[in-house]
T-cell receptor
């Protein structure tokens, strides 16, 4: 079963613009993680935010977590062509299993 | 350091056959997880092994089995393959605890015909 739901399903923006993706989930979590996947290959870990954290930054990435609304957002600032990929949120509620959403497909137009 | 390595990268099998997929974790990682990703969907959890013991199993039939070896590498076996088993199979390793993310391999693309 999939817990997370990403919104939007697809996003197309101009290079240099900011991209925002949202994730909602259903149950209590230990942490929430964001991953990137290029062309259906391996997933790359981007950032992890623990349930007691509200915001976290890593380079051009900013993640927020609202546990009262069971939602998270991923902001990519100053987008580049290389950011074109699918982005997934995954929740860790059991310490051994990640539950994933269906992903947001991001296209950066030159 | 080498990342998570998976073999083979691609595989074509016939319905009813059996397949074994292999994974080597990052050095120092004792936990290995397996996920199935069908095209257009997010990954689905199959198994996690830690210190050679099964820690968790997802909602997959008994045709799916796995094991972890003393060097922490792992194998995923799928028997009696069905067309619906066609997917990208991903292996991930991690450090223990809730403060660490997972490092994934590039996956094995299994096609059942």
């Amino acid at each position: 079963s999939q817990q997370g739901e990403e919104d939007p399903q697809a996003l197309s923006i101009q290079e240099g613009e900011n991209a925002t993706m949202n994730c909602s989930y259903k149950t209590s979590i230990n942490n929430l993680q964001w991953y990137r996947q290029n062309s259906g290959r391996g997933l790359v870990h981007l950032i992890l935010i623990r349930s007691n954290e509200r915001e976290k930054h890593s380079g051009r990435l900013r993640v927020t977590l609202d546990t009262s609304k069971k939602s998270s957002s991923l902001l990519i600032t100053a987008s580049r062509a290389a950011d074109t990929a699918s982005y997934f949120c995954a929740t860790d509620e059991s310490n051994y299993q990640l539950i994933w959403g269906a992903g947001t497909k991001l296209i950066i137009k030159p | 350091d080498a990342g998570v390595t998976q073999s083979p990268t691609h595989l074509i099998k016939t319905r009813g056959q059996q397949v074994t997929l292999r994974c080597s974790p990052i050095s120092g990682h004792k936990s290995v997880s397996w996920y199935q990703q069908v095209l257009g969907q997010g990954p689905q959890f199959i198994f996690q092994y830690y210190e050679k013991e099964e820690r968790g199993r997802g909602n997959f039939p008994d045709r799916f089995s796995a094991r972890q070896f003393p060097n922490y590498s792992s194998e995923l076996n799928v028997n009696a393959l069905l067309l619906g088993d066609s997917a990208l199979y991903l292996c991930a390793s991690s450090l223990p605890g809730i403060n660490y993310g997972y490092t994934f391999g590039s996956g094995t693309r299994l096609t059942v015909v």
